[in-house]
């Protein structure tokens, strides 16, 4: 049975009450290497709650306020950002950046000084003295690695939205522009020109793709942060035409991959890695983004929304998205390194559910 609007938004309720849970929860095995590879040698609490994972699932939160105006979501993201600046923000890095991309929406609703000033050092850092790669890439440096001269995929969601954002709260079109380079060189050098899939990373000095994974978080990331990029205002036509076209690649494949039951495995081209419900919902959201935009095909929709069934059994009774994928770096020599990666519940799978679930109630009444 096809669940309805009501379900949805039963479904989204949960999510965010089991959100905060899973938010604070420590990520043992990250703060267990942290001790010994971090690269500031900072106080380790500051990365127990904000890093990538924690910024994902917040700017889930974000989109959520930001379409229904409901305060506990604006709350939530208040009491985070009170708690983890009283306790002081950690190394600058890619997926240090993440937490604040939501925050960069809320500096209106959240005016504190001590946001905007932590949001404009950040993009100027970002500007000015990120570590980069030939070509002037963004660095995939993190908290415990350097990974010199690599471009990840992540980069664009984790760090290049965020200086898109803050181009447009502080007037610096500068920044926009970096961001819009930004994108177009990650399609150069990531994204496979015979299939439409991205490849996970790409090495300036090793000139490979790795193990040449086309790893599907790693994707699904591409298929939500292109409309995302997309739906700001002021992008260059040229630049809107070119990534227009690459997503729309992306999708036209991703779609000949897809599960009859509407998941996507975690090597998207590889149905014996097994199925992730992180991967699945950022793609269903970023077809149902894009075609709410305009550059997707109405034919998309019924794929995209068979994805809803299956995510729902992966959610147990109090609401927590199980079948998610842990962290993943690298996998530098083999594809199998993804499917050895453990499952469990994690901040961004809430929110891309929370993002999925959210886009489908546009489309619902439709199909």
């Known amino acids: 049975m096809k669940p309805t609007k009501q379900d949805i938004c039963h479904y989204i309720d949960q999510y965010l009450q089991s959100f905060e849970k899973v938010l604070y929860e420590d990520d043992e095995q990250f703060l267990k290497g942290m001790q010994t590879n971090s690269l500031a040698n900072d106080d380790l609490r500051k990365y127990e709650h904000w ?17 229904t105006k409901d305060e506990r979501y604006k709350n939530i993201l208040a009491r985070y950002y009170a708690k983890q600046f009283e306790i002081g923000l950690p190394s600058k890095n890619v997926n240090t950046v993440t937490p604040l991309l939501p925050l960069s929406y809320m500096l209106d609703e959240l005016d504190v000084p001590a946001y905007r000033d932590t949001c404009r050092e950040w993009a100027e850092w970002i500007y000015k003295d990120f570590p980069r790669t030939k070509e002037g890439g963004l660095q995939h440096i993190t908290s415990d690695s350097v990974n010199e001269g690599e471009l990840w995929d992540d980069t664009l969601f984790m760090t290049v939205l965020f200086l898109d954002n803050m181009g447009r709260v502080l007037n610096r079109p500068e920044y ?12 150069k050098y990531l994204a496979d020109r015979k299939t439409g899939l991205w490849y996970h990373g790409w090495s300036f000095k090793e000139k490979s793709h790795f193990a040449a994974a ?11 942060a292109i409309p995302e990029f997309l739906a700001a205002p002021g992008r260059t036509p040229a630049v809107r035409k070119l990534l227009i076209a690459t997503w729309r690649h992306q999708v036209e494949a991703l779609l000949q991959y897809q599960e009859p ?16 419900s992180s991967a699945t919902c950022g793609f269903a959201y ?31 009774e109090e609401g927590v998205v199980h079948q998610v994928s842990y962290g993943t770096p690298m996998g530098r020599e083999s594809k199998d390194f993804y499917k050895n990666i453990e499952l469990k519940p994690m901040p961004y799978g809430q929110a891309l559910a929370m993002l999925f679930f959210m886009e489908s109630q546009c489309f619902l009444d439709k199909n």
């Open 51 to 67: 890093e990538w994972t924690q910024g994902v699932g917040l700017y889930g939160v974000w989109k959520l306020y930001d379409r």
């Open 176 to 187: 926009c522009e970096e961001a819009e380079y930004q994108f177009l060189l990650h399609v």
């Open 214 to 224: 086309f790893w599907g978080r790693g994707n699904c990331w591409i298929t939500a």
């Open 261 to 276: 039951n509407g998941m996507w495995h975690t090597v998207v081209d590889d149905p014996d890695s097994y199925v992730e």
């Open 286 to 316: 970023g077809i149902l983004k894009g075609v709410s935009l305009g550059f997707g095909e109405e034919s998309w929709i019924e794929p995209a929304l068979r994805a809803l069934e299956p995510i729902i059994g992966y959610t147990d």
